[in-house]
């Protein structure tokens, strides 16, 4: 298993290095064009001309890395030829990568589904949809418009699914028009793609119940197009609704407790993930989605794996305080990432789930929870272990006044 997983990462390097020489090789000269140092008539100051030649010199360096990825990935190809019995198609082809069995957890005993059933389609994680599905997919309404992306709404075979791709008229790709650094509308448009991309590669390693599903992949071209069929690359992914706070809130106070255990089993999770230590940089609640009565993390672009920093004074910092995480040697605050998330998803759901309307039975406990995770005194591994037992009881001892309605009530 561990052998299969090691081939997939690497697999997975490869394919975004495959996309990125795909995408250059027949416009490698316009693709690098950098500005002039006379440019539009305006002779450039010595920031803008220092600023040109930093871009020079990390364009020169990532052309040797390409060379030398596109080397790499041949012998690669060569030795995971024989992994399932028959050869690989190159990367590159109008196919889709494939995904991994599900990746073991250590969530606390999180129940991890092996198989992804999505009715008709009838394909599990090791089986994503690759371009010719992806063709097939009707688009009903676009959901939004992010930074580097538009989500839309989609349909195959009677099952919704989200659609999410680059497209120019998403900020990014504007930004990059407006400031001349391109002339053309697909040079800017691949920088976006780049986002989304990476997204993917990142959906492809982060597998827990509480995170999205990748469940469709197509790397064609560099071209934009409000044709599904025509799209240089499309992600597809699990479909949810927006999280609604006030709907939430107003649960019973067992089923606010299970879902607040699914939550703290994803920060556990995502403090020892296969990436490190990850962070979400901008925990919203509209970064997640409602599936399958659970809270899921649907937007990954933003996740960073890089610890803070530590300030002037060796200190490491969160919200102005010092959080008495000992700097390391690399002037970083190992463990700050994890303590970030629990503290953010205390103010955007513990707190508002946990805190309020609390059985008399368990407002003692909700209390304590609330002040350790503020204080730092609780990590989520103990979080999770403890929101575990208490949902445990709640199931099969507590007696409350008003039971809880089956779980088919919203």
């Known amino acids: 298993m561990r052998i299969k997983q090691n081939h997939w990462l690497l697999l997975s390097v490869v394919t975004l290095v495959s996309f990125i020489l795909f995408i250059r090789a027949t416009r490698r000269a316009e693709t690098f064009d950098i500005p002039n140092i006379e440019e539009h008539g305006r002779v450039l100051n010595k920031a803008e001309q220092a600023k040109v030649r930093h871009l020079e010199a990390m364009v020169d360096d990532l052309q040797k890395q390409l060379w030398d990825a596109q080397r790499y990935e041949k012998q690669l190809i060569d030795q995971l030829k024989n992994i399932n019995g028959k050869p690989l198609l190159p990367l590159g082809e109008d196919v889709a990568p494939q995904l991994p069995k599900q990746l073991d957890n250590q969530d606390n005993g999180a129940k991890q589904q092996q198989d992804f059933d999505l009715n008709a389609i009838n394909f599990n994680v090791s089986e994503m949809l690759g371009c010719q599905d992806i063709n097939k997919i009707r688009i009903l309404k676009t959901l939004g418009k992010g930074f580097s992306k538009i989500v839309q709404e989609g349909q195959l075979n009677g099952v919704s699914v989200a659609v999410k791709s680059a497209g120019i008229e998403v900020k990014d790709v504007q930004d990059c028009l407006k400031s001349g650094m391109y002339k053309k509308e697909e040079d800017c448009y691949v920088l976006a793609s780049y986002k989304v991309l990476k997204e993917a590669m990142m959906l492809k390693q982060l597998r827990h119940p509480n995170i999205v599903r990748l469940t469709g992949l197509c790397l064609r071209s560099e071209r934009s197009s409000p044709h599904i069929q025509e799209r240089g690359m499309t992600v597809v992914v699990e479909l949810g ?41 901008d925990f919203r609640d509209e970064q997640f989605v409602m599936i399958d009565k659970q809270i899921k993390l649907s937007d990954v672009d933003d996740l960073s794996s890089s610890e803070p920093e530590c300030n002037s004074k060796m200190q490491c910092v969160l919200n102005n305080v010092n959080v008495n995480i000992k700097c390391a040697s690399n002037m970083k605050c190992p463990g700050l990432n994890a303590r970030r998330n629990l503290y953010n998803a205390y103010l955007v759901f513990f707190q508002p789930l946990l805190g309020f309307e609390v059985p ?17 005194t609780i990590d989520a591994e103990e979080l999770a272990q403890e929101l575990g037992t208490l949902h445990t009881y709640m199931v099969e ?5 008003t039971p809880p309605p089956p779980m088919g009530y919203y």
């Open 241 to 281: 609704e927006p999280v609604q706070m006030q709907d939430l809130a107003s649960l019973h106070y067992q089923e606010r407790v299970r879902l607040c255990l699914g939550l703290a089993q994803l920060m556990f999770y995502l403090a020892e993930s296969p990436l490190g230590s990850v962070a979400i940089e």
């Open 360 to 376: 008399p039975d368990f407002v003692e406990k909700a209390q304590d929870i609330m002040k350790r995770i503020q204080s730092g």
């Open 397 to 401: 001892e507590w007696k409350p006044e």
